[in-house]
């Protein structure tokens, strides 16, 4: 038998706005679910809501500033606001911030609904902010105390692994992160299971360092040792790399990884910058040289692949010239796609501390520049498959035409029924078509 509160609290809604990386976003479908399962309704963030929770990203000062005008925004349509993820996390729990109800740390995301009850029940007592941060740092084992069974699209992430041990000198991540943590595969695979069982046919493999999966578990596990038991799900169409730490890509694993038939020749490579000296002071353990390397030796393997990357432009000391370096590689490489970021100094970190901090506008210019010749590498990327006959996913359907992506990342539409949707469909691409393609499919 119910109470009157239960029967109140099953009519809450509840509403989420996800900032950052594929990472926060599953954690984002976590917490959705554990609302549904304790009878909360979710709703969209521009819908009147009792609980708004801002599930914040911390890696750039916009990110921050993003998640504060969430907040402000979520507080004036009234009800309970949450701030969680990494920006709580480097709040901790002896910051003021306006516009907070509740602030709850990453590893404290797990319990969410408990301390929503937790803080109207405080808040009967006149209690202000509840604060849920625990000291990431000390956190030694992945800990998720359930898994998504229900994919939400056709295209689902799945997180491997958590934490991250690079200590870039430019990155606030391991103290909002803290260290790896990799997850037990048979959790991952049990998950995959009950995602392709709902409908889900392509897995990303997502983490803050998957390429570090592994090196806090004593049995020799790797992470494409995960790749290669997750392929083997019954099935499972496809699978998708999230961001991938350079070193990891050596000779022999690109050769392992060319016979998963199921994995997408796309990769999304943590550049940072192709100039060594910035490298250096970025604390990052290659060189350009080696990404050139690394380029070469999937091109070497895989079919036609497609090259991501992220970008930090105007970091601390770069000169033109050091800029210019990157530029090159850029050009070299030939991203299909490029993420370009302006340095943000953020606390704790060595980069904040460096001499030659570069001015604002000059990153600036640099950034519109890089954004530039990125969109021109897209393009003539998109240009050259014209002709080639590929696949898609089919993900969406809309006025007539469905769309999907290929196996490297480019987005295709073509005339079809909504039928369609969760197939996989051979297509002829025939030109392009803004940041997308068009095509026929192949009957």
Not at 1 to 6: A, G, N, Q
């Given at each position: 038998?119910?109470?009157?509160?239960e029967?109140?609290?099953?009519?809450?809604?509840?509403?989420?706005r996800?900032?950052?990386?594929?990472v926060?976003?599953y954690?984002?479908?976590?917490m959705?679910?554990?609302?549904i399962?304790?009878?909360y309704?979710?709703v969209?963030?521009?819908?009147?809501?009792?609980?708004y929770?801002i599930n914040?990203?911390s890696?750039t000062n916009?990110?921050?500033?993003?998640?504060?005008?969430?907040?402000?925004?979520a507080?004036?349509?009234?009800g309970?606001?949450?701030?969680?993820?990494?920006?709580?996390?480097?709040?901790?729990?002896?910051?003021?911030?306006?516009?907070v109800?509740?602030?709850?740390?990453?590893?404290?995301k797990n319990?969410?609904?408990?301390?929503?009850?937790?803080?109207?029940?405080?808040k009967?007592e006149?209690?202000?902010?509840?604060?849920?941060?625990s000291?990431?740092g000390?956190?030694?084992?992945?800990?998720?105390?359930?898994?998504l069974?229900?994919?939400?699209?056709?295209?689902?992430s799945?997180?491997i692994?958590?934490?991250c041990?690079n200590?870039?000198?430019?990155?606030?991540?391991?103290?909002?992160?803290?260290?790896?943590r990799?997850?037990n595969l048979?959790?991952?695979?049990?998950?995959?299971?009950m995602?392709?069982?709902?409908?889900?046919?392509e897995?990303v493999l997502?983490g803050?360092?998957?390429?570090s999966?592994?090196?806090?578990?004593?049995?020799?596990?790797?992470?494409?040792?995960?790749?290669?038991?997750?392929?083997k799900?019954?099935?499972?169409?496809?699978?998708?790399?999230?961001?991938?730490?350079p070193?990891?890509?050596?000779?022999?694993?690109?050769k392992?990884?060319a016979?998963?038939e199921k994995l997408?020749p796309?990769?999304h490579?943590?550049?940072q910058?192709?100039d060594?000296?910035?490298?250096?002071?970025?604390?990052?353990?290659?060189?350009?040289?080696?990404?050139?390397?690394i380029?070469e030796?999937?091109?070497?393997?895989?079919?036609?692949?497609a090259?991501?990357?992220?970008?930090?432009?105007?970091f601390?000391?770069?000169?033109?010239?050091?800029?210019?370096?990157?530029i090159?590689g850029?050009?070299?490489?030939?991203?299909y796609?490029v993420?370009a970021?302006?340095?943000?100094k953020?606390?704790?970190?060595?980069?904040?501390k460096?001499?030659?901090?570069?001015?604002?506008?000059?990153?600036?210019?640099r950034?519109?520049k890089?954004?530039?010749?990125?969109?021109?590498?897209?393009?003539k990327y998109m240009q050259n498959m014209i002709?080639q006959?590929s696949?898609?996913?089919?993900e969406?359907?809309?006025?007539?035409?469905?769309?999907?992506y290929?196996?490297n990342?480019?987005?295709?539409?073509?005339?079809?029924?909504k039928e369609?949707?969760g197939?996989?469909?051979k297509?002829?691409?025939?030109?392009t078509d803004?940041?997308?393609?068009s095509?026929n499919?192949?009957?």
């Amino acid at each position: 038998m119910t109470t009157d509160r239960e029967n109140n609290k099953r009519k809450m809604l509840v509403s989420f706005r996800t900032l950052g990386c594929k990472v926060n976003q599953y954690e984002t479908d976590l917490m959705m679910k554990s609302f549904i399962d304790y009878g909360y309704e979710i709703v969209d963030f521009k819908d009147k809501a009792q609980i708004y929770v801002i599930n914040s990203c911390s890696v750039t000062n916009l990110s921050t500033r993003k998640t504060r005008q969430y907040l402000s925004r979520a507080k004036k349509m009234g009800g309970i606001v949450v701030l969680a993820g990494c920006y709580a996390q480097e709040l901790g729990s002896d910051k003021e911030i306006e516009n907070v109800d509740i602030i709850i740390g990453n590893q404290e995301k797990n319990n969410i609904v408990q301390t929503i009850e937790e803080y109207i029940k405080l808040k009967e007592e006149n209690k202000k902010i509840l604060y849920k941060v625990s000291e990431i740092g000390t956190q030694k084992k992945y800990i998720q105390p359930e898994n998504l069974v229900k994919g939400r699209e056709i295209r689902e992430s799945i997180k491997i692994e958590d934490g991250c041990n690079n200590f870039c000198s430019y990155c606030i991540i391991p103290y909002v992160r803290g260290r790896v943590r990799s997850r037990n595969l048979d959790e991952i695979i049990k998950e995959v299971k009950m995602l392709v069982k709902s409908g889900v046919g392509e897995v990303v493999l997502v983490g803050i360092e998957i390429a570090s999966y592994g090196k806090d578990l004593q049995n020799g596990i790797t992470m494409i040792d995960v790749i290669e038991s997750v392929s083997k799900v019954d099935g499972l169409k496809r699978i998708r790399l999230g961001s991938i730490e350079p070193r990891v890509l050596t000779l022999d694993n690109i050769k392992r990884m060319a016979k998963i038939e199921k994995l997408c020749p796309h990769f999304h490579i943590s550049v940072q910058s192709l100039d060594n000296n910035v490298l250096k002071r970025m604390n990052r353990k290659y060189t350009r040289e080696d990404i050139f390397e690394i380029v070469e030796n999937i091109r070497n393997n895989f079919v036609n692949p497609a090259f991501t990357c992220d970008i930090i432009v105007g970091f601390p000391g770069e000169t033109d010239e050091e800029y210019e370096n990157t530029i090159d590689g850029v050009k070299k490489v030939g991203f299909y796609e490029v993420h370009a970021f302006k340095y943000s100094k953020r606390k704790w970190t060595v980069a904040a501390k460096m001499e030659n901090q570069v001015d604002g506008n000059i990153a600036q210019k640099r950034s519109e520049k890089l954004i530039g010749l990125a969109q021109e590498l897209k393009l003539k990327y998109m240009q050259n498959m014209i002709g080639q006959v590929s696949s898609i996913l089919v993900e969406s359907q809309k006025e007539g035409y469905v769309q999907g992506y290929t196996p490297n990342y480019v987005m295709v539409k073509c005339i079809g029924d909504k039928e369609l949707i969760g197939k996989e469909l051979k297509v002829t691409i025939d030109r392009t078509d803004g940041q997308l393609m068009s095509g026929n499919i192949v009957y």
